[in-house]
């Protein structure tokens, strides 16, 4: 049996998490089958786009998510999921962020999907930036 609240907000959410760390997404809206990312993941309200990132965290910047800052208004704040340990964004990267009017908020990937859902439900206008969980 599935649960799904009548007034679901549209768009991706997080449907669970895959066996090689990635992640099972679906559209709230009524896609019927899930979709399977199986690594990172670049989410909106309206879209969600596989993410190959593969640097260290010190090494990300403005331009790893700017598929993410094409939104109109511009998202309240970063969702940054840092896979399986949070780690801290580069103060570059939050410097940079801010100066678009932009917050962000690093924690670990499984973490940041649950807030994401809550988040979205609320109706949030946030994007997210979730790494997978395995290398």
């Known amino acids: 049996m599935e649960f799904r ?3 679901a907000v549209s768009g991706p959410v997080v449907a669970g998490f895959s066996s090689g760390g990635g992640f099972r997404l679906r559209d709230e809206a009524g896609m019927a089958e899930e979709r399977l990312c199986g690594g990172g993941v670049l989410l909106t309200p309206v879209s969600a786009l596989d993410w190959s990132f593969a640097g260290a965290i010190d090494a990300l910047d403005e331009a790893d998510f700017r598929p993410l800052f094409d939104l109109e208004p511009a998202p309240e704040f970063l969702l940054l999921g840092t896979g399986t340990v949070v780690c801290p ?41 979730l790494l997978p969980l395995a290398g």
């Open 5 to 7: 609240r009548k007034d």
């Open 89 to 129: 964004p580069p103060p570059r990267l939050a410097r940079a962020l801010d100066r678009r009017g932009i917050g962000i908020e690093a924690m670990d990937s499984r973490a940041a999907a649950r807030a994401w859902g809550v988040l979205r439900a609320e109706e949030r206008w946030i994007v997210a930036a």
